[in-house]
């Protein structure tokens, strides 16, 4: 299982340190990712994608369900009165859960694409003001050791948790 954890940098040079020790302590350059404000070039640092910067993905999944039973009350109308639309066998239900899964997860994917994760949303001042965030993808057991080491080495960084939490109590 694996965690992201965010670091808050206050320039390119302190990324780029960070990155390499990173690299050097077993970390894949994939695993690593930077936003920045848009007028800040990255040089050679690896960009955060689509995925990690918008609600992509959480969007699709709540669009999908919608579409689903969008879809399945839409199937259930047209069997249910057939003087509107004809007659409608029932086996086209599943059918029309499909058709209106994929175009809501679809149309609800594309909106998100403008909206920010709202995990990246909370540093959005502080980018826009120079700072740059630095997301790492690691395993569990890696992580306070990771954690740790670059708390103790970049004073200048600021450590701003993890996703999922795994400090939070499920049943309080």
Request: with cysteine; net charge positive.
């Amino acid at each position: 299982m694996r965690r992201k954890i965010y670091f808050l940098l206050p320039n390119i040079k302190s990324a780029q340190q960070m990155m390499n020790e990173l690299l050097q302590s077993g970390i894949k350059a994939k695993q690593i990712h930077f936003v920045a404000n848009r007028n800040k070039p990255l040089e050679n640092l690896p960009v955060a994608n689509i995925i990690e910067r918008s609600g992509l993905l959480i969007s699709a999944v709540i669009g999908l369900l919608f579409g689903v039973a969008f879809g399945l009350l839409g199937g259930l109308m047209a069997v249910m009165f057939p003087n509107w639309f004809g007659e409608v066998s029932p086996r086209v239900i599943p059918y029309y859960m499909l058709v209106g899964g994929v175009f809501c997860a679809l149309w609800a994917g594309i909106l998100a694409i403008g909206i920010t994760n709202r995990r990246i949303g909370k540093f959005k001042k502080k980018i826009e003001q120079g700072k740059i965030l630095m997301i790492i993808s690691i395993p569990l057991e890696r992580l306070t050791e990771v954690r740790d080491k670059l708390t103790k080495d970049h004073p200048e960084a600021v450590y701003d948790g993890q996703w999922p939490a795994t400090d939070q109590a499920l049943f309080p």
